[in-house]
């Protein structure tokens, strides 16, 4: 059974640091890995999709990696914002079950 | 186009009560999987559905219950409502492979008091 495991569970930066979240899979027969932003309360947000063949994937600030091998995805955030604020979530979905992560607490400092 | 979306937004049922959740999926999409969210929990598997059959289910009570419509919305039923129940339930919609990933609705706030 696939397990999830995001670290750190919760970080602080000044804004416009840069900074790294980390997420490990046990199983590496993943079909994609997709990062999310969940803000309080609300649903989740899609940031990046990186599917088994591919080894990275780029929007704007934001920059996720892939390396099934080792079963670790990192999300990159470039020049942190307040407006980043939120938690973090990766998933991993194999054998039509997307499995999340605990999530790391993100919060950019003015 | 328009998103996943969920109703209601926010609902409080009583303990014994039992409740119906919709989930409307972005068109074209075939799959919908539903989750619950508490803070000691995280994120978890209810089931998912794909042209009207249940494909996958995860770890919940038999009180727990879902399907799936012709035009791909899908509802979800919790039956003899218990205070542990009270979470945020989401819904995901996708093409149905994996390749495409997961688009969220903004989730029901199921409080059972």
């Known amino acids: 059974k696939q397990e999830v495991t995001q670290i750190p569970a919760a970080l602080s930066v000044p804004e416009g640091e840069n900074l790294v979240l980390n997420c490990s899979f046990t199983?590496?027969?993943?079909?994609?890995l997709q990062w999310f932003r969940q803000d309080p309360g609300k649903g989740l947000t899609s940031l990046l999709l990186?599917?088994?063949?591919?080894r990275e994937q780029t929007s704007g600030r934001l920059n996720a990696s892939l390396d099934k091998s080792s079963g670790r995805s990192t999300l990159y955030i470039a020049a942190s914002q307040p407006g980043d604020s939120a938690t973090y979530l990766c998933a991993a979905y194999n054998n039509n079950d997307m499995r999340f992560g605990a999530g790391t607490r993100l919060t950019v400092k003015p | 186009k328009a998103g996943v979306t969920q109703t209601p937004r926010y609902l409080i049922k009583t303990r014994g009560q039992q409740v119906t959740l919709s989930c409307s999926p972005i068109?074209?999409?075939?799959?919908v999987s539903w989750y619950q969210q508490t803070p000691g929990q995280g994120l978890q598997f209810l089931f998912e559905y794909f042209s009207e059959t249940q494909r996958n289910k995860g770890n919940f009570p038999g009180r727990f219950s879902g399907r799936q419509f012709s035009n791909s919305r899908s509802e979800m039923n919790v039956s003899t409502l218990e205070l542990g129940d009270s979470a945020l339930y989401l819904c995901a919609s996708s093409h149905g492979q994996a390749k495409y990933g997961y688009t969220f609705g903004s989730g029901t706030r199921l409080t059972v008091v």
């Open positions: 990186i599917q088994s063949s591919q």
């Open positions: 068109s074209g999409h075939r799959s």
């Open positions: 199983d590496s027969a993943i079909y994609n």
